[in-house]
């Protein structure tokens, strides 16, 4: 997907201008957003990070964001989420905010997309077999499957950074 060319008097229009980016403070989450604010940064696209938590009373969850290491850097996933935040706009997304919500996963961030019409969508994956998808479930089968807009499946490999163009 390329930004449109036009004519000198017309504004060139980003076709990725909204990304959602599904969050929970893992290593592959992390890929995700990384790989999340190159492509922000290159259209220049308003960049969400989607955190979909488990049903917990919402004041001990908040807290606990706040106080407690529980992404992949070893950080609270309020200062990870900060700093991702920090790296975004300096890159050049247009913007940045964070919804937090609670229950499942896959039904949450369908039902968020579905109010909140987005561009692309951005997870990382684990990298489950045939068999642990079947047991599990898969949030990023799920979404290929069922969002209303493409979606980026970010896989975690040894060794290099995933790359926006050359």
Known sequence: MLQEVRSR??????????????????????????????????????????????????????????????????????????ELKERALAAGAARFETVNLVGDPLEELLAWLRQHPQDLVVVGSRGLSRGQRLLLGSLSSGLVNSAPCPVLVVRGHHGGHARVGA
């Open 9 to 82: 008097n017309e504004v060139a229009v980003s076709p990725i201008a909204r990304i959602l980016v599904g969050f929970d403070g893992s290593h592959h989450a992390l890929r995700a957003c990384e790989l999340a604010i190159e492509i922000a940064a290159r259209f220049g696209s308003g960049l969400t990070l989607l955190n979909v938590r488990g049903p917990v009373d919402p004041e001990v969850d908040a807290r606990l964001q706040e106080l407690v290491p529980s992404a992949a850097s070893g950080k609270t996933l309020t200062a990870a989420i900060e």
